[in-house]
Structure formats: structure tokens, C-alpha cells
């Protein structure tokens, strides 16, 4: 039975129509992409499943008891910590030890038929609580946690004090750990360095419900999803396979209805030139056969479906207005420190045309190094500069730099005087902004419309280096297209800071990856980096085989020693429940030796008195095993 199954689905809003004829239905294991270009309304379909929002047509069904998460589902109370909130993805859970607590102390003073229901209970609840996972959820919670990149001093934070992208992050864990059935994920990679985006991968490939996941990240589309849904000019598509391969498949039914479409008006052209003909000889039979005809050409007329247009999307090229000399970028021993180190030892040496691709974890220092050659920043240590002739352009990933009031027309204006406003309505166009749109405050713009404001900004700039941050946040897929096609043709040198490796794998020359002790150079794109980088590894591993040799060794008999704790522990925990039951079986026949019914009777007080005697004797034998084990405890404890 289906988890979700919409049938039709119509919204519009005053001013337009969002989507129109979307049907699809997911099942318990489906791993679905949800694209289409910004404002397509892909976050409305995702209110309207969760009921949130309303439709104007059509039908939606959701299975009874159907759990459905979304990121859009926040952490209300800021004031807890990033863990103590995550955790609340197992509230039931919280919930049962709780309950557990309270069952345990009132056993300590329960009686009768009370015990009896407490210790069912008891047994109960802990059954349930280990089933649903309550002896691994906080170790799960703390690993979802740093594996999205939260660090150990973060996790004992207030939500409060934490970025946008911070509460982003340990609302998207939350919801990942909460075992739906569905997870609605809406852009889950923003906010996420490269290492965290594979651990996410990992994490949903494996995950045991289905998912839906809005995403422009087109390598991690290939790598979660298994099938695509598409919205584009109001119409709804589905196709099977990730989104390359959705992608081939769209492409290829376009190819197949633009040749149909071709073909059936080719068609219709020569029918009705029948129709043509008959008419002008005038004769009663050629009329009826110019009738019959044309019904002909209407049926096809009728049938005729146009191939779907393409979605508007920027065009631009980046164009070098001088040469530069051979090096453009030289740096040595560059250092930088706030309240801890942030990178040192950082050397840079870019040729003249090398696309150079810096890569590391979120905080390590990336942006702040674009800042420091562009003289924004001053290093701590080392030296740089930009070469012969060297003109630099800067793309901030931030709206650094930005009036919130200015308008995007006097943006352009206030960069560029010499440009005619009719030359800047024409530049505003290439970038989507049409009409009206051009006196649209900045503050009123979307990310994605302040980012083609600052790509503008960027192509008109002419710089023959383009040192860019992040270029690729908040624009969609055609976008994104787009701006690779433009650097693509790119004349100039280029060093992009990105997450985006899509992009990296197309264009990069050269990947630096930096780390707190500096940047190590790699040759080739993504797939080179990594399989380059795990095979440096590799090699520093091998080249210190005593060290690792030793500490293997130091591991094992840590690992040992720990282990034989363990079971003395274990063994002494035993021997000590062996004297208790012994003690209290002694107690009772003790008790029933000193009852009336025994005193009186010589024949079952001196069968009662030899059980004593040999309870005695065995738990002798008891108290000595206990010695025996506290030794071995101790000796293994203390050596």
C-alpha cells in the first residue's frame, strides 16, 4: 500500500498557475528527486503533502497512521542544546525510561499483587524499550550529529547561539533519526561540507522508509535517488532511473515529440493543399472529397501536442579584458588565526588559465584565504601576491557588499556608469530580470535572484581572474548549467571555493585541499582527488609500519586487558548473586526450622537441620569463589 498517492494535482495562486496534472505515488522503499527550476513550487507540493497547504484540484491520499517528517517541522524551543534537542527525535523513548525509573523505584517498596503487576510491567517496558532501540539511540544521535559536521564542543550548545545553517543542520538530524516512513528533505546538502554530504549519502542509502528530496546537487541526485519527478512550465514528469538518467530520458521524448510534431504538421500542410485543389476544380465530388479531408486535418490538428518548451534560464559568457603574466597567484607560509589557528604553512602557485578548485571542511579557513588575496583581510604570517597585470573579480557567497534598498537596476548602474539603461535592461535580461522585475528592492530578491544579480556584477567586470565563493549556492539546476558553461569558456584563470562536485568534476584542473598544517595540490577533477588522495593515505600508512605495527599491538593488549575486566567483573557480579540467593535460602530454612509445626516434629527438624548443614557447607564453597573472583578483579585492576 502506497505511503502518499496524489491523483491530479492543481495549485495556482492569484497571479499564476504552479502546477497542473501531477499524479504519482510512493511506496515504503522509494528513494524519489524532486527538481525543476526556483519558484517552480516544489516546497508547495511538499506543504500540500504534509497538509499544510491547500489544493485547488484533484485528490491526495496519505495511509492511515502514515509517520510523515519534514525539515520544515522546526526546533521550537532554541534554549536546549544541539544535542539535548536532537534527541528529541526519540521522545518515546526519553519517555520509557522514564516510566522505567519510576517502575524501578516503586518496586523497592511494592508488595503482593502490586510486585507482581510492577515486575510484569517492568519486563514489558524494557522489552519495548530495547526492541525500538533504547540501548543505541544516544550513540546514534551524537554520530548523526557529527557526521553532518557538528564538532564535540558544538554539541553542548545552545540552538539559541548557533548560525541559521547550524539549526538547519541539527533539525535536518532530527529528522533523519526519526524513523518515518517518509522524510520529505528540502535541499539537505545546503549548509553541508563535503565529507558531511557523504556521510548523508550513506545515511539514505541505507535508510529502511522511502524519501522524497528536493535537491540542485545533481552528484548527490545520482547518488540517493532511483527515480525523478520533475516540475516544468506547470506540467508534472516522471521518469525512472536518477536524475542523469532522467535527464536522458526527457531529452530523448523531446527529440521523439519535436519529430512528431514536425512530421503531423508536414501533413496537415499537404492535406489541406488537397483541400485547396478540390475546392478550386468546383465539382459536387470534389467538395464531398475536400470535406472528407479536412475532418482528416482537423483529427491531426487535434492530436497535435507541441514539444515542451525550454525553461527560461541566464545565458552569459565571462570575457578577460587584458592578459595577465605567467603567475597570478603566489603565496608562501600564509597563516591566520581569530580566537584559535585557523590555517598556516598555506602555499598557492596559479598559472595563467588553471582552473583551481579549493576544497576542505566547513571552518577551515577557505573563505578567509579569498579574503586575504583580495586584500580583505591581512594574514598572521607569510607573504602574497597577484601577478603581472592581474585584474581579480570576487564573487562573495554572501550579500556582502549589497544594499538591501537599492534596486537591481541601480545595482548595475552605480557599478558600471558608463552603461546606458538600456544596455543594463538588456544585461538584467540575460539574467532573468524582466520588465518590472528590474526595480525590485535587493532586499525583496531571492537567493537565487541576488545571486544571477552578482554573476551580472561579475561578467561585466571584465577581470582575467575570478576568485569565487561558493558560486553555485542558491541557484537551481539550468542555472547552475549555465554559470559551467560560462566558465567553461572562460579565457581567464579562475580559484573556486565549492561543495558542488558536479562542478569540480567538470572544469577542474587542479584541487587544493586545505587542512589546518596547509594545501595539498591534487591534478584532475573530483573522482582524481579522491582516488589520489586515498591512495596518498595509503601510502603514508604504509611507509610507518613499526608505529602502526606498535600501536596495533598497544590496541590489542589494551583490547585484552580490557576484555579479561570484563570478565572478572562478570564473574564476581555472579558469585556474589550465588551468595545472596544462598543467603537468603539459608534464612528461610533457618526460619522454618524455628516454626511450631517443625520444633515439635523430631523427624522433619532433623531432616531440616542436615539441609542446613549442607546449605552451609555449599555456601562456604560460595564465599570462597567470591574471595577468588575480588582477587582476580583486583590483581587485574591494579597490575
Not at 524519501?211 to 512550465?233: C, G, P, Q, W
Not at 554572501?398 to 534596486?407: D, I, P, Y
Request: charged share 30%; aromatic share 8%.
Amino acid at each position: 500500500m502506497p505511503i502518499i498517492s496524489a491523483h491530479d494535482l492543481k495549485k495556482e495562486f492569484v497571479e499564476r498557475l504552479l502546477f497542473d496534472g501531477v499524479s504519482f505515488e510512493i511506496g515504503e522503499k522509494d528513494r524519489v528527486g524532486l527538481v525543476g527550476v526556483n519558484g517552480c513550487g516544489k516546497t508547495t507540493l511538499f506543504r500540500i503533502l504534509l497538509g499544510e497547504e491547500g489544493y485547488d484540484a484533484g485528490e491526495l491520499f496519505r495511509a492511515k497512521n502514515a509517520r510523515i517528517m519534514s525539515m520544515t517541522q522546526t526546533i521550537a524551543d532554541t534554549n536546549q542544546t544541539v544535542y539535548g534537542a536532537t534527541l528529541e527525535a526519540f521522545r518515546p523513548l526519553m519517555d520509557a525510561e522514564e516510566e522505567l525509573k519510576r517502575v524501578d523505584a516503586e518496586l523497592a517498596s511494592a508488595e503482593g499483587e502490586r510486585l507482581n503487576t510492577l515486575i510484569k510491567r517492568q519486563h514489558a517496558l524494557r522489552e519495548e524499550y530495547e526492541f525500538n532501540g533504547g540501548m543505541t539511540y544516544r550513540s546514534r544521535t551524537r554520530s548523526a550529529l557529527m557526521g553532518l559536521g557538528f564538532t564535540e564542543e558544538e554539541l553542548t550548545k545552545r540552538l539559541g547561539d548557533m548560525s541559521g545553517g547550524q539549526r538547519n543542520k541539527a533539525q535536518l538530524a532530527k529528522v533523519l533519526l526519526s524513523g518515518a516512513q517518509l522524510l520529505l528533505l528540502d535541499e539537505p546538502t545546503n549548509h553541508l561540507d563535503m565529507d558531511s554530504i557523504a556521510w548523508l549519502e550513506d545515511f539514505l542509502k541505507a535508510y529502511q522508509g522511502a524519501f522524497i528530496v528536493i535537491s540542485h546537487d545533481r552528484y548527490f541526485l545520482d547518488a540517493v535517488t532511483r527515480r525523478t519527478m520533475e516540475i516544468k512550465n506547470t506540467r508534472f514528469f516522471v521518469s525512472e532511473g536518477n536524475y542523469t538518467r532522467h535527464r536522458e530520458l526527457m531529452a530523448d521524448e523531446q527529440e521523439m515529440l519535436r519529430r512528431r510534431y514536425v512530421n503531423t504538421q508536414k501533413e496537415i500542410r499537404r492535406i489541406e493543399g488537397i483541400v485547396e485543389q478540390q475546392r478550386r476544380w468546383g465539382q459536387e465530388h470534389n467538395f464531398i472529397t475536400a470535406a472528407s479531408k479536412q475532418k482528416q486535418a482537423d483529427k491531426l490538428r487535434a492530436t497535435l501536442v507541441a514539444p515542451e518548451r525550454n525553461t527560461d534560464s541566464i545565458h552569459f559568457r565571462f570575457h578577460a579584458d587584458a592578459v595577465s603574466g605567467n603567475d597570478v597567484v603566489v603565496a608562501k607560509g600564509l597563516a591566520k588565526r581569530f580566537d584559535k589557528s585557523v590555517f598556516c604553512n598555506a602555499d598557492l602557485l596559479i598559472k595563467k588559465g588553471e582552473r583551481v578548485f579549493l576544497l576542505g571542511p566547513n571552518g577551515c579557513g577557505k573563505t578567509t584565504l579569498l579574503k586575504i588575496l583580495m586584500g580583505k583581510l591581512k594574514p598572521d604570517a607569510g607573504s602574497y601576491y597577484l601577478g603581472a597585470n592581474v585584474h581579480p573579480g570576487y564573487y562573495e557567497q554572501n550579500a556582502a557588499g549589497l544594499s538591501g534598498e537599492v534596486t537591481a537596476i541601480e545595482e548595475i548602474r552605480n557599478s558600471y556608469p558608463r552603461m546606458s539603461d538600456t544596455e543594463i535592461r538588456c544585461a538584467l535580461a540575460a539574467f532573468l530580470f524582466r520588465g518590472d522585475d528590474v526595480f525590485k528592492p535587493l532586499e525583496k530578491l531571492s537567493g537565487g535572484e541576488v545571486a544571477r544579480v552578482k554573476l551580472l556584477k561579475l561578467m561585466l567586470s571584465g577581470s582575467n581572474l575570478l576568485l569565487l565563493d561558493e558560486p553555485t549556492n542558491h541557484l537551481d539546476i539550468d542555472s547552475r548549467e549555465a554559470l559551467e558553461d560560462a566558465l567553461e569558456e572562460y579565457e581567464g584563470t579562475m580559484l573556486i571555493v565549492t561543495h558542488d562536485r558536479y562542478l569540480v568534476e567538470r572544469l577542474a584542473d587542479r584541487v587544493l585541499s586545505m587542512t589546518e598544517s596547509g594545501i595539498e595540490s591534487y591534478i584532475g577533477g573530483y573522482a582524481d582527488y579522491i582516488a589520489a588522495k586515498q591512495e596518498r593515505e595509503a601510502k603514508a600508512a604504509a611507509e610507518k609500519p613499526a608505529q602502526r605495527s606498535q600501536a596495533g599491538e598497544d590496541y590489542r593488549a589494551k583490547r585484552e586487558r580490557q576484555s579479561a575486566i570484563n570478565r572478572a567483573s562478570g564473574e564476581l557480579r555472579r558469585a556474589e548473586d550465588r551468595v545472596n540467593a544462598a543467603e537468603e535460602e539459608l534464612s528461610r530454612l533457618e526460619e522454618k526450622l524455628a516454626s511450631p509445626d517443625v520444633a515439635t516434629n523430631y523427624v522433619k527438624a532433623a531432616e531440616l537441620s542436615r539441609t542446613i548443614d549442607e546449605k552451609k557447607a555449599q555456601l562456604d564453597k560460595l564465599y570462597s569463589q567470591w574471595e577468588q573472583a575480588q582477587e582476580a578483579l583486583d590483581g587485574l585492576e591494579n597490575g
